[in-house]
């Protein structure tokens, strides 16, 4: 198990807590793709799916969204387990990077993200340690980005689960519910 001081870890989380409300604030007054680039984020076209599924499915003015795994800014997977490979903070950022995967299919199938009404529902996996109780912690990196975009729209429903194995050892999958404007 990875131990970190208490200090460090506050201090990191208070700055990010701080930088989340000044980026609210600014998200509710321009278009969201305008946000992520104050971020620094940018939107690459999304993955094919690796299988026999599809990224994003419709219902009415619903749109479920297929588990997404993160990658390093270079493209390479984002791999290793909770409590033995990654520290928290890592699995955050593998929790980030998913969910920018995620806008990007979302980018590609609404034409743009100012359509997103709400976001409705988050289910995150984390590939962890049996012994890891720290899986809200990591999924954070998902909730934390969605409040820091969309503002209040961005606040959703959410379950976050350690699992024993993810596919190809990816640390995190994220899946996502979003209500949008038809």
């Known amino acids: ?67 997404h795994v993160p990658a390093h800014a270079d493209g390479t997977p984002f791999t290793g387990r909770l409590g033995q490979d990654l520290s928290i903070e890592q699995g955050y950022d593998a929790a980030r990077q998913a969910t920018i995967s995620i806008l990007s299919t979302l980018k590609a199938e609404l034409g743009t993200l100012d359509r997103i009404r709400r976001i409705v529902k988050v289910t995150g996996f984390v590939n962890s340690t049996p012994d890891f109780p720290d899986q809200p912690k990591v999924i954070n990196g998902c909730s934390d980005l969605l409040v820091a975009v969309f503002g209040d729209k961005g606040k959703h429903a959410r379950s976050a689960v350690g699992m024993v194995m993810l596919p190809s050892n990816y640390a995190v999958e994220i899946e996502m519910v979003v209500e949008v404007d038809q």
Do not use: D, H
Request: zero cysteines; glycine letters at 6%.
């Open 1 to 67: 198990m990875i131990n970190r001081p208490v200090g460090p870890l506050l201090s990191s989380v208070l700055k990010k807590l701080l930088f989340l409300l000044l980026l609210t604030t600014a998200a509710q007054a321009q278009t969201v793709e305008a946000t992520l680039a104050k971020m620094g984020i940018t939107l690459a076209a999304p993955s094919k799916p690796v299988a026999n599924y599809v990224k994003a499915v419709w219902t009415g003015n619903l749109v479920f969204l297929a588990g």
